[in-house]
């Protein structure tokens, strides 16, 4: 019999391909401020994988 053979499912680029352990994002960058009220932090939220 012969081998049957497929094209790759699925993308290589991205790795590990798993689910995310939190839906909300970590904020990991905080800038130091001196003068005036100013958005330090922005927490988004994952779409997908």
């Known amino acids: 019999m012969p081998r049957t053979r497929a094209p790759r ?3 290589m680029a991205y790795s ?4 995310a352990k939190s839906i909300a994002g970590r ?3 905080w800038p130091e401020v001196e003068e005036g009220p100013r958005l ?3 927490a988004g939220y994952k779409a997908g994988m």
Do not use: A, N
């Open 16 to 19: 590990p391909r798993k689910r």
């Open 27 to 29: 904020i990991r960058f």
């Open 9 to 11: 499912r699925g993308s």
């Open 40 to 42: 330090l932090g922005f």
